[in-house]
């Protein structure tokens, strides 16, 4: 027996048919998209994801961390593969996060800051035992595994990106292919997915998208430093800046860090989120949020036209009340419904 949808006239809109849509369609159709969009997963390796020409930069382990920020910005990149020329293999990722480390370990251990112009991206692993924290991220993968696999070993790994790691057939030595984000595999589902206009049930309806998550947040005023101890402590990649009333204004990120580092500000850090966001750069992609109204079928088309990380959750009168990562989304993808 198949259900029947109230007929809608021609001159409706999009919103009107799926106004017209039961509760019992729309939890059918979403569960017919999740399961088809998986089936597309199966169905491509990461290899597939790659643009025809882009721009790989590979970073050796010898060279300065000084340096390696410079080159980040001037090609416009906040992440790159390690290479290790003494043992001719991969040796891990280097993200914004690292640089939050660097920050935290001179912060900790100023006595050492005479030695930072001299610091090399190979000395990044004692700097993680001495503050204690996670170490670059090695994972990778074939770029001709499954490309449901990789999602898979990053949502296992928690990261938010890894590298694709091909060998070479005589000599058996390790080639970088790329990177592969979970913002590019996403924009590549909503490019080439259309289920995912099927995906029409409303974020309020989805417990494994609204679960609330502890978030914190800052002023305008509040001291860098201690952002940057909150964006380390809760190993996130953004906090969230609100104003008196509770309302979203803005975000500052670990990729803000940058501009920091690049004017050598290691230890000199009393200045307010709002001085330090007058470094940003101009391309900055803006603070992108979402009700529990929204669907995901609009947030995949978001994702289509536009790079974001993350949708801030927010009130009828603006307020912050959960944030939903590209990590959710994908979780949500790979196993929502079942």
Sequence with gaps: MS???????????????????????????QK?????????????????????SYRLVVLDTSLLVKKSLTILLQNNIVSAPLWNNKTSRFAGLLTSSDFVNVIQYYF???EKFDLVDLLTLDGLRDIEKAIGVAPIETGHIHPFKLLYEGCIKMLESKARRIPLIDEDEKTHREIVVSVLTQYRILKFVALNCRETKMLLKPLKNISQLCEPKHISKCTMDTPVIEVIHLLTQNSVSSIPIINEEEKLIN????????ALVKGGMYTDLDLSVGDALLRRAEDFEGVHTCTLNDRLSTIMDTIRKSRLH???????????????TLSDILKYILSGED
């Excluded at 029947?4 to 039961?22: M, R």
């Excluded at 975000?251 to 940058?258: K, T």
């Excluded at 993350?310 to 939903?324: A, T, Y």
């Design 251 to 258: 975000v500052y990120e670990a990729v803000d860090v940058l």
């Design 32 to 52: 017919i998209g999740l399961k088809a969009i998986r089936l597309f997963l199966q169905s491509k390796t990461s290899y597939d994801v790659l643009p025809v």
């Design 310 to 324: 993350r949708l801030f959750v927010v009130d009828e009168q603006g307020k912050l009340i959960n944030v939903i």
């Design 108 to 110: 900790q251990f100023p």
């Design 3 to 29: 259900d029947v949808v109230a007929a809608v006239p021609a001159t409706a809109t999009p919103n009107d048919y799926i106004e017209s849509l039961s509760p019992e369609q729309i939890e059918h159709d």
